[in-house]
């Protein structure tokens, strides 16, 4: 949420002629992969609008803290800064000369498809704080949020999201707690212990469910991303320098504590992610960061029937072609949208995307690199697709949806009783998944309690809440 | 080998329409199986609104039907719930009407000028005739109904008997009592074909999983109702009419009745394919306000229209300006079954024995569901129903 108005160097004045006209591109989601298109498009003599709901540009990977903080090396948490550095650069000079409209603080909320495309944004509850961006081609560069498995003690104060204790440290320079247990699955559980202690933060644990056998099977995708794994093994330097152990087969089945997180109960797992009865240990804490991993934000696109795929750790991207193209004419996507793999597939995919976008030939090195980084990406998800039994962690009493506080009970009822046999049908029946959050919170939870096993993309023709008022108000022109 | 079939009915289709249906059905002891390709309330059912509206309708058939399922929803309601179909007292708890968020609110009606009021105090008086309890409003009193009412309305009428129900809860609940009463509900399974003998009656059905032999079909396959009477090789011309609905977050109780623009009623009885929108505002238990809803016939086209939600917000605002200062949270859409004058199919069909009718109810069909499912269980019973089936005939359509 914008912050102060010098966060907007840019943001035009309602009905100022940078809003009415008709770009060559836009790019919704001002992240690695949005960020790379944005320049390369510009740079390629495309005019480009570039919006993005944030303040900053950036977006998960290259979150940093606002300039009134005063952080003096934002660049000491992050791997990668030089190229963040370097594409920032490029969004400057490009902002400077015209051929990029950078519009922070534009949440769209709905995209109309047509020769010209045309996007809604909201900009803020103020009446007019509505803005219609025109475009001949858009790409879809909106991320991914976190997936979340809830169980006994969740909403307790203390636990926060994995991504979420990252984001504060990288953007307010404040941690969750002193001592900090990492849990869940995935590859940002290392990334975001490892950001903790370095922070000053202890870890008494880092408890990730899967056994990291799986990687074994894919070798040669391994041998081929010598990046990715100097990451991880930096990561991991960095964990045991500081004594952290890693526990795999292994999850947070509660959290203790009354007014806050004061423990928790870690338990081994058999390999359907059920706990193994008696393996239960209590490690004490007064913060628990949990993340599953990420699933892709893609509503603006399925909203309009763009074809989805359904990704090895079990979420729902979009579906591309080898050019980045959805299955919308006009319509391209890159980075965590078309499934989850991190910020040097993103950067490759909006790179790649703004080449065909503007009829350029793709260098056949980043056309490798961008298949390497993504059959990396797809290697990982295998790995880290929960478990079906991790639902066992849940006690009737256990709430799934915490925006509207709906028990595992209540969701059991609606399947076994009152013939729910999808989320959807589950939502209708309890108000799972109505709350602000729209289900992105209970969602998985509440398709895995359904019995639907397979994925599906979640409808939400609005992204984001809309102010009525904007809404009713007529068009910006 | 004979073997007498397994069912005596079988349902098609596990919205509203076909629950209430397989309810009264199993109630008058006949053994029911209710068929779906999808989950319980899958279709329009779970994409629509809950309004039981007797104020919209002028008088003639289907406010009959309105009133008698106005009275079959309060009774329903008044269920208590243990003992309402076998183990049905665990779990949620309360009676039915609180399981389905039954709420007798009452509905409002209010016109913005003169000759809107005069207009409206017409129509009122038509249906009075019929039965409906309507009570003018003088415009300086409407604000002791509804505080946040924009300023400055003519006059509107109260119409104590709009109620309103959770759509996908009172499917559910329906069918979980038919459930425990002993008809079979059958999830996942797409009828694909309807069987004839050679003497023109109902053999039974095919489905994705098999055949199933029965002597009667009951088509509550709601918008798909056209498709499903196709299989049977007779004709009914069930269109999709769409409709958006915006949902604000939650809001203290700031409306209390469901409020409308006198304009609604021109609306609903259109017969063009144009889009209107006339919005009609409700709060509900859990706190959002529900706004809706436009219709429109565009198909099946599930994109969510722009132009639509704006006027609906505006709309919406025009009625309480309070309003204008909230978040819309979500919107849905449905497509609403939808026949050409505006009347639902309901009973047997005379070109094919066996075949029974009950779809079409257009944005009507969760206040039309009980009496359609208690006419439809006459009809299966041999006994005379409640209300003449004449208007709603589905070969009436053939004729012309
Ligand atoms: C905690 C954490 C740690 C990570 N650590 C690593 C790591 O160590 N190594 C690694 O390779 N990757 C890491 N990642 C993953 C990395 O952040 C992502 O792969 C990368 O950011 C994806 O880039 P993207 O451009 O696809 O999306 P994002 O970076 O998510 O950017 C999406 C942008 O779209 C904007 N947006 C979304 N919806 C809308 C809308 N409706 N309207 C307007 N704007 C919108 C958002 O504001 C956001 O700025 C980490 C992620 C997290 C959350
Ligand atoms: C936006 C909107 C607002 C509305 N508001 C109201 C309101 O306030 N009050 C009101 O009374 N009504 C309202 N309605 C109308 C109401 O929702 C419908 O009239 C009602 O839901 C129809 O119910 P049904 O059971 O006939 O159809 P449905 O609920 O659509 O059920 C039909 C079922 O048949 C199944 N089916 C179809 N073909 C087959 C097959 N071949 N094999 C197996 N199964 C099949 C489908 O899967 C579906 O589940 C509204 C509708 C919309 C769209």
Redesign the pocket.
């Known amino acids: 949420m914008p912050t102060s108005p010098s966060d907007h160097p840019n943001r035009p004045e309602a009905g100022e002629r940078a809003v009415s006209e008709v770009y060559d591109l836009a790019v919704v989601g001002a992240g690695p992969a949005g960020l790379a298109a944005a320049v390369t498009a510009a740079g390629l003599g495309l005019r480009c609008a570039l919006l993005d709901a944030g303040p900053r540009p950036g977006g998960q990977y290259y979150r940093h803290p606002a300039p009134g903080l005063g952080a003096v090396h934002p660049e000491r948490l992050h791997h990668g800064w030089a190229a963040f550095a370097a594409l920032s650069s490029r969004l400057k000079v490009h902002t400077a000369a015209g051929r990029i409209t950078y519009l922070t603080g534009h949440q769209v909320w709905t995209a109309e498809r047509g020769e010209i495309w045309r996007l809604h944004a909201t900009l803020g509850p103020e009446v007019g704080a509505h803005a219609v961006v025109r475009a001949r081609t858009v790409l879809l560069a909106t991320g991914a949020y976190e997936r979340q498995l809830p169980f006994p003690g969740w909403t307790l104060p203390g636990v926060v999201t994995a991504g979420g204790a990252q984001a504060m440290l990288k953007s307010g320079l404040v941690l969750p707690g002193r001592r900090v247990v990492v849990a869940g699955s995935g590859p940002l559980l290392l990334a975001a212990a490892s950001s903790l202690v370095s922070a000053g933060a202890t870890v008494p644990a880092v408890v990730e469910a899967t056994s990291y056998l799986h990687y074994a099977k894919g070798l040669p995708t391994l041998a081929a991303n010598p990046a990715k794994l100097a990451e991880g093994a930096g990561h991991g330097a960095t964990l045991l320098r500081h004594g952290v152990r890693l526990r795999r087969s292994s999850a947070v089945v509660e959290a203790h504590g009354t007014e806050r997180v004061t423990a928790v109960t870690v338990a081994r797992l058999d390999r359907d992610w059920r706990p193994v009865p008696g393996s239960e240990r209590r490690i004490a804490c007064d913060a628990l960061a949990v993340g599953h991993g990420l699933l892709p934000q893609i509503e603006l696109a399925t909203e309009l029937g763009a074809r989805t795929r359904e990704t090895p750790d079990g979420s729902v991207a979009l579906a591309v072609d080898s050019g980045m193209r959805t299955s919308l004419a006009g319509l391209w996507a890159a980075g965590e949208t078309c499934g989850v793999g991190g910020a040097d597939l993103a950067l490759a995919e909006g790179e790649l995307a703004a080449r065909v976008i503007a009829g350029r030939p793709v260098p056949p090195a980043l056309r490798a690199r961008r298949e390497r980084r993504r059959a990396f990406a797809e290697l990982m998800a295998a790995a880290h697709r929960p478990g079906p039994a991790w639902t066992e962690w849940l006690r009737p009493d256990t709430d799934v949806c915490r925006c509207e506080e709906v028990p595992a009970a209540r969701i059991r009822e609606a399947v076994e009783e009152l013939g729910a046999g999808d989320a959807r049908t589950v939502k209708l029946l309890t108000r799972a998944g109505m709350g602000w959050c729209q289900g992105r919170m209970c969602g998985p939870a509440v398709a895995c309690l359904s019995g639907d096993d397979r994925p599906r993309a979640d409808s939400r023709p609005l992204a984001c809440p809309v102010p009525l008022a904007q809404l009713a108000g007529p068009e910006p022109s | 080998m004979l073997t007498r079939p397994p069912y005596d009915v079988v349902v ?9 249906c397989a309810y009264y059905a199993t109630l008058a002891g006949l053994s029911v199986a209710v ?19 007797v104020s919209d309708k002028e008088p003639g058939p289907e406010l009959d039907l309105a009133l008698l399922s106005t009275r079959l929803w309060g009774e329903l309601a008044a269920e208590p719930g243990a003992a309402f179909g076998g183990e049905a007292g665990r779990g949620t708890g309360g009676g039915f009407g609180e399981r389905i968020e039954y709420e007798a609110k009452g509905g409002l009606v209010v016109a913005s000028g003169e000759p809107g009021m005069a207009a409206l105090r017409a129509f009122a008086e038509g249906q009075r005739a019929a039965g409906v309890e309507a009570v003018e409003i003088a415009g300086e009193r409407l604000y002791e109904l509804e505080p946040h009412l924009a300023p400055g309305p003519a006059g509107g009428v109260h119409y104590p008997q709009d109620a ?1 129900v959770q ?1 996908a809860l009172a ?1 559910a609940h329906l069918l979980r009592a038919a459930r425990s009463a002993g008809a079979e509900l059958r999830l996942g ?4 074909a309807v069987r004839t003998r050679p003497d023109g009656s109902v053999l039974g059905v095919t ?1 994705d999983r098999g055949q199933i032999d029965v002597p009667a079909v009951v088509n ?6 056209g ?2 009477a196709r ?1 049977a090789g007779v004709a009914l011309p069930v269109l999709p ?5 915006l949902v604000t977050e939650p809001l203290p109780r700031i409306v209390r009745h469901k409020v409308y623009a006198a304009d609604y009623v021109a609306d609903v009885a259109s017969g063009s394919a144009a889009l209107q929108t006339s919005a ?1 505002v409700e709060g509900t238990p859990a706190g959002p306000v529900l706004i ?3 219709r429109e016939r565009v198909g099946f086209d599930r994109t969510l229209s722009v132009e639509v939600l704006r006027r609906l917000a505006v709309q919406a605002a025009a009625l309480f300006p309070v309003l204008a200062e909230v978040a819309v949270q979500r919107a ?6 939808y026949l050409p004058d505006h009347l639902p199919a309901i009973g047997a069909d005379a070109r094919l024995p066996g075949l029974y009718h ?12 009980p009496a359609t499912g208690l006419l439809i269980s006459r009809q299966l019973t041999g006994k005379q129903p409640e209300l003449d089936l004449s208007p709603f005939r589905a070969d009436r359509f053939a004729r012309s």
């Open positions: 098609v289709g596990a919205g509203v329409v076909g629950a209430a068929v779906d390709r999808g989950p319980v309330a899958g279709g329009t059912t779970g994409a629509g609104e809950g309004n039981l509206l309103q759509p499917a399974e797409t009828v694909t489905t509550a396959a709601g918008t798909w109702g498709e499903l299989l009419r769409r409709g958006f609905v009609v809706g809803a436009s849905y859409r449905g497509f609403r079954p009950a779809c079409g109810h257009e944005g009507a069909g969760i206040g039309l569901a």
